[in-house]
């Protein structure tokens, strides 16, 4: 039996994201972390909020940019209502922005994760950065505004106009 989602290793998601920035060991941990997730969930494609999930698991950053505290505690408990009924609803759908047709290219991302995977490269590339970093992806995550992070952490609480402009400004910006 095949799984679900295909495997890939580090090397063959560097090799498709290699003309902008590499994945960091932590953020290559959370892609994987996304992935079992997903299988565990039952889920037929790794989606925004399973990589927000395990970036709020693996990367204390991110934990950082989003204040710590009871904020990140909430999200958890959020994600986690996910997985025992929340994200049913979700089950059987592919996560899609709508703008252009859904391609499956085998990858096991929905067609938004795949975009922010491929956003947070090019965000560490523009900061001269060979890695892409929890924080990159946190950025990729929130700039669709139909991705099911972004309900996920708008349900949460967060305002996410206001964490895409810190994340937007930089690391001086994430001290709260």
Request: include cysteine; charge should be neutral.
């Amino acid at each position: 039996m095949q799984p679900r989602i295909p495997r890939q290793s580090t090397q063959e998601q560097d090799s498709r994201l290699s003309d902008a920035a590499r994945l960091s060991d932590e953020l290559a941990a959370v892609v994987s972390g996304a992935r079992r997730r997903a299988v565990r969930d039952r889920d037929r494609h790794v989606d925004t909020a399973h990589l927000l999930h395990s970036l709020l698991e693996h990367d204390p950053d991110v934990h950082a940019v989003l204040g710590d505290g009871p904020q990140v505690a909430r999200l958890l408990g959020y994600l986690v209502q996910r997985s025992i009924g929340y994200g049913l609803r979700w089950q059987g759908s592919v996560e899609d922005s709508g703008a252009v047709p859904v391609v499956r290219d085998g990858d096991g991302l929905s067609p938004l994760a795949a975009d922010a995977m491929r956003d947070c490269c090019l965000r560490a590339a523009r900061r001269g950065d060979p890695l892409a970093r929890g924080v990159d992806l946190l950025g990729a995550l929130v700039r669709d505004p139909g991705a099911r992070a972004v309900e996920v952490l708008g349900r949460a609480g967060v305002d996410v106009d206001e964490l895409r402009a810190r994340i937007d400004k930089g690391p001086g910006a994430f001290v709260t």
